[in-house]
């Protein structure tokens, strides 16, 4: 099956946030040999298909354009950090927390909650252009704490290969009233 993204709702975005633990940062100010590397725990957004896949597929190219860095990718079937601020700040804030992390991506939702908690550290984002209620949606008090790396949608997800090849939303109209003429809807399910 291939998922197909169509439109904007708008109301909520992945972003990356970081975290107000100087761990991070101290780590990397410190002096190490060349054989060392800095372990770098990362939880991700845990509702994505093919999970293991994604996750190995971000860690192998991530450490091979950072070689430094042993990037570990949190499992996503763990509990979830992504709307759940007390557990999102527990792991970014203590660093003996069994599930410490260093960087988390989460939904806006709770962005504000972790800043009040004292979880984030605001940060600059260079060069770098977003939907403009994006990067609303990220910065407080002039601030920015996070990355809107997506913003959600509708999703098609079919089996229909002439819906899945669409590449714009008039070629996926025309598949869809195909699809239609044929009777084959309930092989079409949304989210």
Not at 16 to 35: F, M, N, P, V
Not at 46 to 62: G, R, S, V
Request: aromatic share 8%; glycine share 4%; hydrophobic share 45%.
């Amino acid at each position: 099956m291939r998922i197909f993204k169509v439109g904007l709702l708008g109301a909520i975005f992945g972003l990356l946030a970081a975290c107000a633990s100087s761990t991070l940062q101290q780590t990397q100010d410190a002096s190490r040999s060349a054989s060392e590397k800095f372990k770098l725990k990362v939880s991700l957004y845990p509702y994505i298909p093919q999970q293991q896949e994604f996750a190995d597929w971000i860690e192998e190219e991530f450490e091979h354009q950072h070689p430094d860095i042993d990037l570990v990718v949190r499992a996503m079937d763990a509990a979830d950090l992504a709307y759940d601020h007390e557990l999102a700040g527990a792991a970014l804030k203590d660093e003996t927390h069994p599930d410490h992390q260093h960087l988390l991506e989460i939904d806006t939702v709770i962005l504000g909650e972790l800043i009040e908690d004292e979880a984030l550290l605001p940060f600059a984002v260079e060069s770098v252009e977003f939907y403009p209620f994006a990067a609303n949606a990220v910065t407080i008090s002039g601030d920015v704490y996070g990355v809107p790396h997506w913003t959600c949608g509708n999703f098609l997800i079919t089996p229909q290969n002439s819906v899945s090849a669409a590449q714009n939303a008039s070629e996926l109209l025309d598949s869809l009233e195909a699809l239609a003429a044929m009777d084959l809807r309930s092989h079409i399910w949304t989210l």
